[in-house]
């Protein structure tokens, strides 16, 4: 027995098997990876059919006894690994940033630093104006954000004044300069209006879903941290967009609790039951 596993491991090329373990163990951490993203943009189906290839071609590299196809075959394994990555990147980026540390320590000193009441108070300016231009049909689109590119804030018009219902009633006032950009609000100051905000590519929105619309799903895929409100110009309806998900048709109650999580107001747990699991 112990001379047919001398035998066993004295053919084995040491450094062939660590290479072959190394990417193994490569493979398994980012096809998981894919697996995880995939999931959350139901593309699984695509998924399995590239891990099929893969394993396909995982299978080849170990019968074959060419090292020039082996090389071809690590070589497009690799190309698939960061085809993958890039097509994530996103994603991974999204869920980095939700996990740093500056971002829970800004939710965090957020109310001991401008006090919650005030910080109650700016939400409640805010629900009293998407209210009335709803009334009004008048469209608006607002960006409650824990930081924003400084490309963003310099598109529009500086402000940084106070949130009143008057302020932001009037930056929408319709035939104006500002009336079509974004309103972008951080902490308990509007930064600035008439910011120009990336649009969304998706293809699989409802018709109804204009400009504002798509600005506020660009601008939430761009920033997670950040909650856009539109109210829309044809209908009145109000909605939201956070971190790839939308709520439509919100009352003011619904509003509340949107705009409560966007201005740290509410704990992590209030914002997943809101929004779902990240």
């Avoid at 998407?130 to 049909?137: A, E, G, P």
């Avoid at 600035?192 to 018709?207: F, K």
């Avoid at 895929?221 to 856009?228: H, K, L, N, Q």
Wanted: glycine share 4%.
């Amino acid at each position: 027995m112990q001379e047919f596993l001398k035998g066993i491991f004295s053919d084995v090329d040491i450094n062939l098997l660590v290479t072959r373990i190394i990417f193994v163990a490569a493979l398994t951490c980012v096809y998981f990876l894919f697996f995880y993203y995939a999931k959350k943009r139901n593309l699984q189906l695509y998924t399995y059919i590239v891990i099929s290839v893969v394993v396909v071609l995982f299978v080849l590299s170990f019968l074959t006894t060419s090292a020039e196809l082996r090389f071809y075959v690590y070589i497009i394994l690799a190309l698939l690994m960061v085809l993958g990555l890039m097509l994530f990147i996103s994603d991974i980026s999204r869920h980095i940033f939700r996990l740093s540390l500056k971002r829970k320590s800004f939710r965090e000193n957020l109310a001991d630093h401008y006090g919650s009441e005030d910080l109650r108070k700016s939400v409640s300016e805010i629900i009293k104006s998407c209210l009335r231009l709803s009334k009004t049909d008048t469209g608006a689109l607002i960006v409650l954000a824990d930081h924003m590119s400084d490309e963003i804030l310099e598109s529009g018009i500086k402000v940084n004044s106070e949130i009143t219902a008057e302020l932001i009633e009037t930056l929408f006032f319709p035939k104006t300069p500002l009336h079509d950009g974004a309103v972008i609000i951080t902490a308990n100051k509007v930064l600035s209006a008439g910011c120009y905000l990336p649009l969304t590519q998706a293809q699989n929105l409802p018709r109804e879903f204009g400009t504002r619309h798509r600005a506020a799903i660009g601008v939430a895929a761009a920033f997670p941290d950040c909650t856009a409100i539109v109210v829309s110009e044809e209908t009145g309806i109000i909605s939201a967009m956070h971190d790839g998900k939308i709520k439509r048709y919100l009352d003011s109650r619904q509003l509340q609790d949107i705009l409560e999580c966007a201005m740290g107001l509410a704990d992590e747990s209030a914002e997943e039951r809101l929004w779902g699991e990240k």
